[in-house]
């Protein structure tokens, strides 16, 4: 027989590097989880720079509120967030984080250095360091504009197995160009720029109106995206769908050009993939998938975003109802557009 073990708490350092595994897969995640913060933030404009596909260098750079000095060494300890207090405002959250683990994850997988100014005077400023959680993070003056940069450098340097995951440059920035895409079009309102070894492969004006936001579809997802489209913009009880559905006849072999927003939040989700199947389901050959840039709106206490670290799930309240309400909607959008008329209402 073995002798049990003692049980120990875990190092905070290990807790964090574990924690990462959840959120922190790839480059691409990286991504995702600076911007949300910078967008949580109130930036107009956010920066994205890499080096060799994320690896060596990831860097985003916002104009938002800034983090002051004393939260700075906060702002990377695990589940300490400026966003929730209470389980209540965790219900209505309206936040893209909260779960306060981003930063503490990553750092503990990287050599992550932030510098950030609240205030509008350049010259000042403060930036903290954590390389891999061996120290604790030092916080030293340094000028930066107003809003927050975070650099992150050769990630997995610590964590060798998770590095050998990384495939190579050009498929990892892929996958960071997807989800700088995904975040570019929940957003029209922010101005965007994505670098990749010094070269700039996308720069987006912001703006909310509809040729604004035309002209950024065309710009991320080609010309061709518009020309085959329906613009749809329908509500009915509390939910509002809108955005831009293929027509049947410019379906896709993969399932590469579908794009969900819930208030704003990317989401994968089963029952709204299933209710956009239904719609297509008459229309479609079999084999061939659909492409849509869809945003549902809905109050945000009647959708469970805490569901998986990552938050591309979510929980509606009444999950019958969305599924019914997002099928007839675009049942009825791609009827009426093979009746010849034009959608539910160009702009
Ligand atoms: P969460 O986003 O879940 O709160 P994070 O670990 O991603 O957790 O970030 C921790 C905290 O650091 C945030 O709650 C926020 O206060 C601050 N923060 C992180 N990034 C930024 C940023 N770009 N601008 C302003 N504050 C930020
Ligand atoms: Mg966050």
Redesign the pocket.
């Known amino acids: 027989m073995t002798e049990p073990r003692r049980i120990r708490v875990l190092d905070p350092r290990l807790a964090n590097q574990i924690a990462a595994g959840e959120v922190v897969e790839r480059p691409a995640s990286v991504v995702k ?2 911007v ?3 967008i ?2 109130g ?1 107009r404009r956010i920066e994205v720079d890499l080096e060799a596909g994320g690896a060596r260098l990831i860097r ?1 750079r ?1 104009d ?4 002051g000095e004393e ?1 700075l060494p ?3 300890s ?1 589940h ?5 207090l209470s389980l209540e405002e965790l219900e209505g959250v309206a ?12 750092s503990s997988v990287s050599r992550l250095e ?1 510098v ?1 100014n609240t205030d509008d005077d350049p010259t000042a400023g403060w930036r903290v360091v954590a390389e891999g959680r061996q120290m604790e993070p030092r916080v030293s003056p340094a000028p930066h504009p107003r ?2 940069s ?1 650099t992150v450098r050769d990630l997995f340097f610590n964590t060798p197995a998770r590095r050998k995951f990384l495939r190579t440059e050009k498929t990892e920035f892929g996958h960071v160009e997807e989800a700088f895409r995904r975040q570019a079009l929940s957003r029209f309102d922010i101005g965007w720029v994505l670098r990749h070894n010094q070269k700039t492969l996308h720069q987006l004006r912001p703006g909310d109106d509809p040729v604004a936001r035309e002209r950024r579809i065309a710009s991320l997802l080609g010309k061709g995206f518009l020309e085959n489209a329906l613009h749809l913009d329908l509500g009915a009880a509390g939910l509002r769908l809108w955005g831009w559905v293929g027509l049947p006849t410019h379906s896709r072999a993969q399932a590469d050009q579908q794009y969900f927003f819930v208030n704003g939040r990317v989401v994968r989700d089963r029952l709204v993939a299933h209710a956009i199947r239904q719609a297509y389901r008459d229309v479609l050959f079999h084999g061939r998938h659909p492409v849509f840039v869809l945003y549902l709106e809905v109050d945000p206490t009647v959708v469970d975003v805490n569901v998986h670290p990552t938050k591309h799930e979510v929980r509606f309240r009444d999950g019958r109802m969305v599924h019914d309400f997002l099928f007839s909607s675009l049942h009825r959008a791609l009827s009426e557009s093979r009746a010849g008329h034009p959608g539910a209402g160009h702009p």
Do not use: C, H, P
């Open positions: 989880e600076l949300e913060n910078a949580d933030a930036s985003v916002d938002g509120s800034g983090i939260d906060l702002a990377l695990r300490a967030t400026s966003k929730i936040s893209l984080g909260f779960r306060g683990e981003a930063l503490a994850s990553i932030l950030s809003g927050t975070v």
